[in-house]
T-cell receptor
Framework: KAGVTQTPRYLIKTRGQQVTLSCSPI?????VSWYQQTPGQGLQFLFE???????NKGNFPGRFSGRQFSNSRSEMNVSTLELGDSALYLC?????????????FGPGTRLTVL | KQEVTQIPAALSVPEGENLVLNCSFT??????LQWFRQDPGKGLTSLLL?????REQTSGRLNASLDKSSGRSTLYIAASQPGDSATYLC?????????????FGGGTRLMVKP
């Protein structure tokens, strides 16, 4: 069974630009969560989608948004990039959700904002 | 607001030693607790998941315990090997009706010397 895949793996953008990251969950998984990982703040929850609906959202500004498609693939978008958005963005998938069962993480997308 | 703390932040041990990693959380109203491993620049790998009603889980040389009332969990690694070198993270999830998300600790960076 293929694992969670994330594209692209690396991305370099400049301040003010926008970016879209993609996550393909394990086949059959309906829940996709997104996390931001930085050396200073550690791993922070961004949002979680289940069956195309956002169920939970972390404490991030509105520049961070996401969506989930009918095949459970998910995208997250960051508009008007800031230097502080440089981070490793991780997505995780599971059958029912992070509060219920094991989370399977992708390798992450390393975003650098110049 | 749930806060998760991991002590120590870093640990270096000789190969073959048994070791214990600690995780504490401030709100005992959790649904489950998960331990993950992260290798440098990579995603997270789930090691063990303990439901709030359980006291411990075992997988090979790993044993995780949970004391919900005191807000503590430990990850015991027996007969450590250089391949165990990684960052170990614990994460807790709230009850189902309080959201579907994980709150992570800052991690313990483990180095096992040959």
């Amino acid at each position: 069974k293929a694992g969670v895949t994330q594209t692209p793996r690396y991305l370099i953008k400049t301040r003010g630009q926008q970016v879209t990251l993609s996550c393909s969950p394990i086949s059959g998984h309906r829940s996709v969560s997104w996390y931001q990982q930085t050396p200073g703040q550690g791993l922070q929850f961004l949002f979680e989608y289940f069956s195309e609906t956002q169920r939970n959202k972390g404490n991030f500004p509105g520049r961070f948004s996401g969506r989930q498609f009918s095949n459970s693939r998910s995208e997250m978008n960051v508009s008007t990039l800031e230097l502080g958005d440089s981070a490793l963005y991780l997505c995780a998938s599971s059958l029912l959700g992070p509060s219920t069962d094991t989370q399977y993480f992708g390798p992450g997308t390393r975003l650098t904002v110049l | 607001k749930q806060e998760v703390t991991q002590i120590p932040a870093a640990l270096s041990v000789p190969e073959g030693e048994n070791l214990v990693l600690n995780c504490s959380f401030t709100d005992s109203a959790i649904y489950n607790l998960q331990w993950f491993r992260q290798d440098p620049g990579k995603g997270l790998t789930s090691l063990l998941l303990i439901q709030s009603s359980q006291r411990e889980q075992t997988s090979g040389r790993l044993n995780a315990s949970l004391d919900k009332s005191s807000g503590r969990s430990t990850l015991y690694i027996a007969a450590s090997q250089p391949g165990d070198s990684a960052t170990y993270l614990c994460a807790v999830s709230p009850p189902n009706n309080a959201g579907n998300m994980l709150t992570f600790g800052g991690g313990t960076r483990l180095m096992v010397k040959p």
